[in-house]
């Protein structure tokens, strides 16, 4: 019975930060431009796998510009198998992309894969223990528990911290998260 309460309440927390997350893009269209403007405080890492925005999760199309600048290497992750961790391959803004087996925005196949040093990833929530409230379709999941070693840092707005988001077993926290109001590293 705890866990069917625990799977409603991350129900219900979703639904509520979707449109938490919809209103706070609506209310600062600047933030992620002020997110690229952190770019230098994010963790070490050559190879960063960033990710193109779907709906109102937090744009990098300019953090991807700051961190190519800094001469580092991105690459975004594609599905290519739906139950199974996701692939990343390497990618340059402006690149042409095709939609992948999630119908997300991603390299053409043809693009080299990659192991990425860094992974920044959407979220609906996040709280001060660095555990993170994804989507649900669980590809972040499957995907940091093949990469345990791989630097895990959530983009959201500062809005999108909860007071508590309940844990799972398969969830790895993050080692950090970056909103419009700076880089934050989390226990």
């Given at each position: 019975m705890?866990?069917?309460?625990?799977?409603?309440?991350?129900?219900?927390?979703?639904?509520?930060?979707?449109?938490?997350?919809?209103?706070?893009?609506?209310?600062?269209?600047e933030?992620?431009?002020?997110?690229?403007?952190?770019a230098?405080?994010?963790?070490?890492?050559?190879?960063?796998?960033?990710?193109?925005?779907?709906?109102?999760?937090?744009?990098?199309?300019?953090?991807?510009?700051?961190?190519?600048?800094?001469?580092?290497?991105?690459?975004?992750?594609?599905?290519?198998?739906?139950?199974s961790?996701?692939?990343?391959?390497?990618?340059?803004?402006?690149?042409?992309?095709?939609?992948?087996?999630?119908?997300?925005?991603?390299?053409?196949?043809?693009?080299?894969?990659?192991?990425?040093?860094l992974?920044?990833?959407?979220?609906?929530?996040?709280?001060?223990?660095?555990?993170?409230?994804?989507?649900?379709?669980?590809?972040?999941?499957?995907?940091?528990?093949?990469?345990?070693?791989?630097?895990?840092?959530?983009?959201?707005?500062?809005?999108?911290?909860?007071p508590?988001?309940?844990?799972?077993?398969?969830?790895?926290?993050?080692?950090?998260?970056?909103?419009?109001?700076?880089?934050?590293?989390?226990?």
């Amino acid at each position: 019975m705890r866990y069917l309460s625990v799977m409603t309440d991350k129900h219900e927390l979703r639904a509520a930060m979707r449109a938490t997350r919809k209103r706070l893009a609506g209310l600062d269209p600047e933030a992620a431009a002020r997110v690229a403007e952190h770019a230098d405080q994010l963790p070490a890492g050559a190879l960063v796998a960033v990710y193109r925005a779907i709906g109102s999760e937090l744009d990098l199309d300019a953090l991807s510009l700051a961190l190519a600048a800094q001469g580092r290497t991105l690459c975004l992750p594609v599905v290519v198998e739906l139950a199974s961790p996701m692939v990343f391959r390497r990618w340059s803004p402006g690149e042409p992309l095709e939609l992948d087996l999630a119908g997300v925005p991603a390299p053409l196949s043809l693009a080299e894969e990659v192991e990425p040093d860094l992974i920044l990833t959407p979220l609906l929530a996040f709280d001060a223990s660095g555990l993170r409230l994804g989507q649900g379709g669980g590809y972040y999941d499957r995907t940091f528990a093949a990469r345990p070693a791989t630097t895990r840092v959530g983009c959201a707005y500062a809005g999108q911290e909860v007071p508590r988001v309940h844990a799972e077993p398969h969830d790895m926290p993050l080692h950090g998260v970056l909103t419009e109001k700076g880089y934050r590293a989390l226990p």
